[in-house]
């Protein structure tokens, strides 16, 4: 799951602002969020390709090859909103990858009027603003584990509040890097910053408010044998628009480690260079990633090579074929709004419970919680309220038989006959009986 991990400490993190005022800092790391994050942990091709990495039987970075875009055929981008400003914006910044000597290139539609995202068509990468934090998805993995109905790449609040003109270039650059395949500089595992860092600083820092992360969440998110190093690479570069601002006590000597960077806000020689052996004649092609990756799962169960294989297989369809995957449903995922009959602590203690376990549904998108509603009744019970006309009711219907397999008879479904939208919604009531 590691790989598709994007933690960016915001530039809020400067040093000086750090050394001056530790209450200022009071930001959050960011990470992708929860319900991206629970689809990959139940997804079997991205645990098999895990566990290759695991075992060593095949480098994380053959895994990275895969997923990494058609080297030379425009990558699709679209935009969820946003002023013509702003995403006109977006588009400069990023196209600075563009002029780098390798043959990558977007496709923003009219560079002056830059797409916003149609449901009639697949975009390979979609911008939004609405998520907590600043990430993305790396290479391919915006088909996989994100519907097309859902932002890829966050700029959280950009459309409201831009940070400065520095910040702005920083991040886009930094996210875009991510969207083309690329890790974390610092997370190399041979030249990586793991031994440079102040572990007991980091710990107490990041499991303190507003974080609070365990320490096993701290070392998942950033020590770096979790994370791929690419089958390229260049050099530890210090200068890369791909390593992390940490505050200077997060480093064993201070400003003088090898790993410190005050906050790199353009490309570096060694991102370029890097873009070229990715992205250009040279290449390690997907096709040579994804027959070691096939070589590597000989000696898997039959259903394991058959769900690897269909993984494969659209990381290397031609784009035409990979729409024609993507729009049967293959990256569809339903949100579901969550309400409580009341506030009494039972409830709303089942609605933790009931949430919880739908975090194990993979086609479950974003989970909402969304107050109180009035009661049909005050008996136990689960009730899954969806549009009889939509094709959400397949979904609300799976998930009926999925919640009923733990709470039994206390499930029912609701199914509305009328023309006005329900959405799918889950109402809980009571102190529910596992
Ligand atoms: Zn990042």
Redesign the pocket.
């Known amino acids: 799951m590691s790989n598709i991990i994007?933690?960016?400490l915001s530039a809020v993190l400067s040093p000086l602002a750090y050394a001056q005022n530790r209450e200022a800092l009071a930001v959050p790391v960011e990470v992708l969020p929860d319900y991206i994050t629970r689809r990959v942990i139940s997804d079997a091709p991205e645990q098999t390709l895990s566990e290759l990495a695991r075992t060593g039987s095949v480098e994380r970075g053959i895994i990275v090859g895969a997923k990494r875009w058609d080297v030379g055929v425009p990558i699709s981008v679209c935009f969820f909103g946003g002023s013509r400003e702003l995403r006109r914006h977006i588009v400069e910044v990023a196209s600075i990858w563009e002029r780098q000597g390798a043959l990558v290139s977007f496709d923003f539609g009219d560079r002056i009027d830059p797409n916003l995202c149609r449901s009639n068509r697949v975009y390979d990468i979609r911008i939004g603003y609405t998520q907590p934090g600043y990430?993305?998805m790396i290479g391919q993995d915006s088909l996989v584990h994100v519907g097309q109905l859902e932002e890829s790449m966050n700029f959280q609040r950009f459309d409201i509040s831009p940070p400065t003109e520095t910040e702005f270039q920083r991040v886009v650059l930094?996210?875009f890097g991510?969207a083309l395949g690329f890790y974390?500089e610092h997370q190399q595992q041979d030249e990586g910053c793991e031994g440079e860092l102040n572990w007991p600083a980091v710990y107490q820092y990041l499991g303190g408010p507003p974080n609070n992360w365990s320490q096993e969440t701290i070392d998942f998110n950033l020590r770096s044998s979790r994370y791929m190093t690419g089958d390229i690479k260049t050099d530890f570069n210090v200068k890369s628009i791909?390593l992390y601002t940490f505050p200077i006590d997060f480093y064993r000597d201070g400003a003088r480690n090898r790993c410190y960077s005050p906050g790199n806000t353009a490309l570096s020689p060694g991102d370029t260079q890097l873009l070229r052996m990715a992205y250009g004649n040279e290449a390690i092609t997907r096709a040579s990633s994804t027959a070691a990756i096939t070589a590597a799962v000989a000696s898997f169960s039959a259903p394991e090579r058959a769900a690897l294989r269909t993984r494969l297989n659209l990381f290397k369809a031609d784009q035409a074929t990979k729409n024609q995957i993507l729009r049967v449903g293959n990256a569809q995922f339903t949100d579901v709004d969550i309400k409580a009959c009341s506030t009494a602590p039972a409830t709303l203690a089942s609605v933790e419970t009931v949430t919880q376990f739908l975090n194990a549904e993979p086609k479950v998108g974003m989970l909402r919680y969304r107050g109180t509603v009035a009661p049909a009744g005050n008996e136990p019970g689960i009730m899954v309220l969806a549009d009889a006309d939509h094709p959400e009711i397949t979904d609300a219907r799976r998930i009926v038989a999925s919640l009923s397999s733990r709470y039994g008879k206390q499930v029912s479904l609701a199914e509305n006959p009328g023309r006005d939208r329900w959405l799918l919604t889950i109402v809980v009531c009571g102190g529910l009986r596992p």
């Open positions: 994007c933690i960016l990430w993305s930094h996210e991510h974390h791909m």
